[in-house]
């Protein structure tokens, strides 16, 4: 309303300035005024300019304003800001990291943050990513492939899985994506309507809700069973609704390592086919594999599709071929899903609409050669045994794990991150398991080299007397 005013007094100036000033300098009102006004008319028209300059001041004083709070407002989404505002955390640890290993140096600061491989992968990925460089022409080994993948590459995938798991799969069966988190991204375009659900078991990993958001989606979770961290299964029963499109599970777990033995995934199984009949509507189990290599004491990781016809497998060579950085890994949607061929076709327009495209060329060629290989298990398992037992020794409280790489653990007060703040005092960075869904907890990626473990080890026997003396210092700077 006042810019409605001031606008309309200010036009009405310039209008009269106009009028009595051709030239346009308003100096000259005064100059003139004598010759033009009355000694009356003066000192109202000299009333009338103050105010009209006043109003023209707070008018552009309000415009611009506005122009700002409207650039505040809607510059950026409101699902942006919500990302933004959660991943605060992760910057930050970033960030901070790359600071203290400044001050301190990188190896005086012990980062157990990211789920970053410490592990080289094996030698053949280097020597065939080579003879293929050397071997195909450039054009057709950089272009574009099918939005799915190549042909010759996905019957590759297939033949490996069926020799591993007893299974029938075919080319069309696999979509290779870029890595398991375009793969979730690709499915979850694919099969959700705004509003409808996303259902998984805390703690989890933290991006599942940001990929739920991006198909406009929502993703609820179980709540955790602190002493096993292994689903709670009546929960998951009495959690299931009609907008329960997906159920997602991950095992090996991130962050806490636990497995979901065969009784687990066949009783999931089986409350999904009631859940289903009960609200005659399609259930998914999408199983998030990224660390399905990663097993220790002889644990088994059961292959889902055999427990449950709808089910989806998102894979990815990040963990298994120590190859992060490449992006690369594939679906499995078999054939006995229902609507396999709806949901074929729209994996394929998903990939290209999200802006993947493809997945990465070269390396589709590289795991397809190298899918039967493996990284160092054994090192993984050493800095597991190794850390698990020291911290059990100062008296953490935390699971053993029987996969994955990191270990799950209950912080020392309630505020997990306060607790990390604590930490760094001590040049251990840590994760603050608020945001996998668990408050109370930290995760410690034990995916680092042997020397950085052994190192942080007084450090995190001194941040556990800090907290049961209250009175011991940091570590010495």
Same mark, same amino acid.
């Given at each position: 309303?006042?810019?409605?005013?001031?606008?309309?007094?200010?036009?009405?100036?310039?209008?009269?300035?106009?009028?009595?000033?051709?030239?346009?300098?308003?100096?000259?009102?005064?100059?003139?005024?004598?010759?033009?006004?009355?000694?009356?008319?003066?000192?109202?028209?000299?009333?009338?300019?103050?105010?009209?300059?006043?109003?023209?001041?707070?008018?552009?004083?309000?415009?611009?304003?506005?122009?700002? &709070?409207?650039?505040?407002?809607?510059?950026?989404?409101?699902?942006? &800001?919500?990302?933004?505002?959660?991943?605060?955390?992760?910057?930050?640890?970033?960030?901070?990291?790359?600071?203290?290993?400044?001050?301190?140096?990188?190896?005086?600061?012990?980062?157990?943050?990211?789920?970053?491989?410490?592990?080289?992968?094996?030698?053949?990925?280097?020597?065939?990513?080579?003879?293929?460089?050397?071997?195909?022409?450039?054009?057709?080994?950089?272009?574009?492939?099918?939005?799915?993948?190549?042909?010759?590459?996905?019957?590759?995938?297939?033949?490996?899985?069926?020799?591993?798991? #007893?299974? #029938?799969?075919?080319?069309?069966?696999?979509?290779?994506?870029?890595?398991?988190?375009?793969?979730?991204?690709?499915?979850?375009?694919?099969?959700?309507?705004?509003?409808?659900?996303?259902?998984?078991?805390?703690?989890?990993?933290?991006?599942?809700?940001?990929?739920?958001?991006?198909?406009?989606?929502?993703?609820?979770?179980?709540?955790?069973?602190?002493?096993?961290?292994?689903?709670?299964?009546?929960?998951?029963?009495?959690?299931?609704?009609?907008?329960?499109?997906?159920?997602?599970?991950?095992?090996?777990?991130?962050?806490?390592?636990?497995?979901? #033995?065969?009784?687990?995934?066949?009783?999931?199984?089986?409350?999904?086919?009631?859940?289903?009949?009960?609200?005659?509507?399609?259930?998914?189990?999408?199983?998030?594999?990224?660390?399905?290599?990663?097993?220790?004491?002889?644990?088994?990781?059961?292959?889902?599709?055999?427990?449950?016809?709808?089910?989806?497998?998102?894979?990815?060579?990040?963990?298994?071929?120590?190859?992060?950085?490449?992006?690369?890994?594939?679906?499995?949607?078999?054939?006995?899903?229902? #609507?396999?061929?709806?949901?074929?076709?729209?994996?394929?327009?998903?990939?290209?609409?999200?802006?993947?495209?493809?997945?990465?060329?070269?390396?589709?060629?590289?795991?397809?050669?190298?899918?039967?290989?493996?990284?160092?298990?054994?090192?993984?398992?050493?800095?597991?045994?190794?850390?698990?037992?020291?911290?059990?020794?100062?008296?953490?409280?935390?699971?053993?794990?029987?996969?994955?790489?990191?270990?799950?653990?209950?912080?020392?007060?309630?505020?997990?991150?306060?607790?990390?703040?604590?930490?760094?005092?001590?040049?251990?960075?840590?994760?603050?398991?608020?945001?996998?869904?668990?408050?109370?907890?930290?995760?410690?990626?034990?995916?680092?080299?042997?020397?950085?473990?052994?190192?942080?080890?007084?450090?995190?026997?001194?941040?556990?007397?800090?907290?049961?003396?209250?009175?011991?210092?940091?570590?010495?700077?």
């Amino acid at each position: 309303m006042f810019l409605k005013k001031a606008t309309k007094k200010w036009e009405a100036f310039v209008n009269v300035q106009k009028l009595l000033l051709p030239e346009g300098d308003f100096r000259l009102l005064f100059e003139k005024a004598p010759l033009l006004w009355s000694e009356e008319e003066k000192c109202k028209g000299l009333v009338l300019a103050v105010k009209s300059m006043l109003y023209g001041f707070l008018f552009h004083m309000k415009v611009t304003e506005a122009f700002y &709070k409207k650039g505040e407002q809607n510059m950026i989404s409101h699902n942006m &800001k919500k990302l933004i505002e959660k991943s605060a955390g992760i910057s930050a640890l970033f960030t901070e990291a790359k600071r203290m290993k400044q001050q301190y140096g990188p190896e005086n600061v012990y980062d157990f943050g990211i789920g970053n491989p410490n592990v080289k992968a094996p030698e053949s990925i280097n020597k065939t990513a080579i003879e293929i460089l050397q071997r195909e022409e450039s054009l057709l080994l950089h272009g574009y492939t099918d939005t799915v993948g190549y042909a010759e590459v996905r019957k590759k995938i297939a033949n490996h899985l069926n020799r591993r798991f #007893d299974t #029938d799969f075919a080319e069309d069966n696999i979509v290779m994506t870029v890595g398991a988190a375009g793969g979730l991204n690709v499915i979850f375009k694919v099969l959700l309507n705004p509003e409808e659900e996303v259902l998984t078991f805390a703690p989890f990993f933290s991006e599942y809700s940001a990929y739920a958001m991006n198909a406009g989606a929502v993703l609820n979770a179980v709540a955790p069973n602190l002493e096993t961290f292994l689903p709670d299964l009546t929960a998951l029963e009495e959690s299931i609704t009609e907008k329960t499109k997906i159920v997602l599970i991950n095992s090996p777990n991130n962050p806490t390592g636990v497995v979901y #033995d065969e009784s687990i995934i066949a009783e999931i199984g089986c409350i999904l086919e009631e859940k289903q009949k009960e609200y005659g509507t399609s259930i998914y189990l999408v199983a998030d594999e990224p660390y399905r290599e990663l097993v220790y004491d002889g644990a088994e990781v059961p292959y889902v599709p055999h427990y449950y016809k709808n089910t989806i497998v998102a894979y990815s060579f990040s963990k298994s071929l120590s190859l992060p950085g490449d992006r690369i890994g594939y679906l499995v949607l078999p054939s006995e899903l229902e #609507d396999f061929e709806q949901i074929r076709q729209g994996a394929e327009v998903a990939t290209r609409v999200l802006g993947f495209v493809n997945a990465p060329a070269l390396q589709q060629r590289v795991v397809a050669e190298c899918c039967d290989e493996l990284t160092d298990v054994a090192f993984y398992d050493a800095n597991r045994e190794l850390l698990y037992t020291a911290l059990q020794s100062y008296g953490y409280e935390c699971i053993k794990p029987q996969g994955a790489f990191y270990l799950f653990v209950k912080a020392l007060e309630a505020d997990d991150n306060a607790f990390c703040q604590k930490a760094k005092e001590y040049r251990l960075l840590l994760t603050p398991a608020t945001g996998f869904g668990c408050p109370g907890y930290v995760r410690i990626a034990y995916c680092v080299s042997r020397q950085t473990i052994e190192k942080a080890l007084p450090a995190f026997e001194a941040l556990k007397k800090y907290y049961e003396a209250d009175t011991y210092g940091s570590v010495d700077a």
